[in-house]
């Protein structure tokens, strides 16, 4: 089976795609390339652990929910969530009502808040573990990656939850510390090219452990 299928214009895309009409637009503007901005890293990581046990396509149909729910993932006012914000994230029929991953949230934003004082941004922390594209499996191929296994481990000995290898490893492919479109893919291409002039804050090039 071809690992793409043609898009609205009739140029090839990533199968997955064909999932959702909205997954198109996602696709072609934002999954694989690179991201440096510590509040859209945060978000990713905690709408990978939302989606844990159910379909992408839930989440991002949600993410909208989620931004007003979480005052935009800014982790720092995050952290300073109560036990009242539990209760009013419970009550929102908008977002995923999962305590445990609500609560998750909040940890992780006062994890990202000592990662940042430690290390001056999660941007600089996260792409230090970037892989050598050598290394990798065939696109789309594996659930988890040596990467996505080094940053897991790493961020929960910080004390960071919902953080599992195969969820940090559709975090790096959509925050393009990997780029796994598809061979033939016409996104994949552009990712490449954005890829080749990104500047890795703190200078990180390869993964390491």
């Known amino acids: 089976m071809t690992q793409t299928i043609p898009g609205p214009d009739g140029q090839p895309r990533c199968r997955w795609c064909s999932a959702a009409p909205e997954f ?20 990713k990581l905690c709408l990978e652990s939302f989606q844990s046990g159910l379909s992408w396509r839930t989440i991002l149909a949600k993410r909208d929910n989620f931004r007003r729910a979480f005052h935009g993932f800014d982790f720092h006012r995050i952290a300073g969530y109560t036990d009242g914000d539990v209760a009013r994230l419970l009550a929102d029929a908008g977002i995923v009502r999962h305590r445990g991953k609500i609560e998750a949230v909040i940890n992780n934003a006062r994890r990202a808040q000592e990662l940042v004082a430690e290390e001056g941004s999660l941007a600089a922390y996260v792409w230090r573990f970037e892989p050598d594209p050598a290394t990798l499996p065939a696109p789309q191929t594996a659930p988890t990656s040596d990467a996505s296994i080094a940053l897991s481990k ?33 996104i994949r291409e552009r990712v490449e090219v954005v890829r080749a002039g990104f500047v890795r804050p703190g200078g990180g090039l390869v993964a390491h452990g």
Request: proline share 4%.
């Open 154 to 186: 790493a961020l929960k000995k910080r004390g960071w939850r919902f953080v599992g290898p195969t969820t940090v490893h559709a975090f790096l492919q959509a925050m393009g510390l990997i780029n796994d479109h598809a061979v033939g893919c016409v």
């Open 24 to 43: 198109f637009a996602y696709h072609d503007t934002e999954w694989g390339f690179p991201v440096d901005d510590d509040r859209r890293l945060f978000e």
